[in-house]
């Protein structure tokens, strides 16, 4: 059987939040009024943002998926190669 789990962490909880800052001016105008960031942002136009689960950029992303897949796994009698990683 074969499976494709390219975007498997996508979305993995992160074991502490992360921030990041990104520019107001890189946000829709829609989303701008709907969480009204004009009042959150800071003087120079930035937006500071939580991040909780796995994306794109996250370097720790990767290892927490491989760590969640596979105590998922475990519980179906997975046991990860002891030569190959991952495998």
Known sequence: MMLDISNFYLNTPLKRK?????????????VIEHYQLRQKATPKGHIYVAVK??????SQA?????????????????LQSAFTPGL
């Open 53 to 58: 689960k796995g994306m794109y950029g996250l």
């Open 18 to 30: 992360e921030y990041l800052r990104m520019k107001l001016a890189d946000f829709p105008e829609d």
């Open 62 to 78: 990767g290892i927490l998926a491989q760590e969640l897949l596979e105590k998922r796994l475990n519980k179906h009698g997975y």
